[in-house]
Nanobody, 125 residues
Framework: QVLLVESGGGLVQAGGSLRLSCAAS????????MGWFRQASGKEREFVAT????????DYADSVKGRFTISRDNAKNTVYLQMNSLKPEDTAVFSC??????????????????WGQGTQVTGSS
């Protein structure tokens, strides 16, 4: 019933920037914690960042801290991931996820109720 659609991925040179968007429909977005995860080819999915329902608390993986910023606009039912100083190691399919009922998105992602289809990000050297 809830649909998450990511956009904004692409191919950029190392050191460049991208902003990903995840638009939600069909649910109560303001009650969801949101997260970003990524999965590189041949590797397991890993946590990137999360933001709580009101946007006042965030958390990041150590590998992206200081480079990526997660934010949300509840009026637009959208969560964003601003990615700066991209590296080849960031290359992956990035997916957004939602956990409903004022619960927290965990680093494992197992408690998330909804997932988007993902958008490809490629950092080229």
């Amino acid at each position: 019933q809830v649909l998450l659609v990511e956009s904004g991925g692409g191919l950029v040179q190392a050191g460049g920037s991208l902003r990903l968007s995840c638009a939600a429909s069909g649910g109560t977005f303001s009650s969801y914690s949101m997260g970003w995860f990524r999965q590189a080819s041949g590797k397991e999915r890993e946590f990137v960042a999360t933001i709580n329902w009101s946007g006042d608390t965030t958390d990041y993986a150590d590998s992206v801290k200081g480079r990526f910023t997660i934010s949300r606009d509840n009026a637009k039912n959208t969560v964003y991931l601003q990615m700066n100083s991209l590296k080849p190691e960031d290359t992956a399919v990035f997916s957004c996820a939602a956990r409903r009922r004022f619960k927290v998105v965990t680093v494992g992602g197992g408690g998330c109720d909804y997932w988007g289809q993902g958008t490809q990000v490629t950092g080229s050297s």
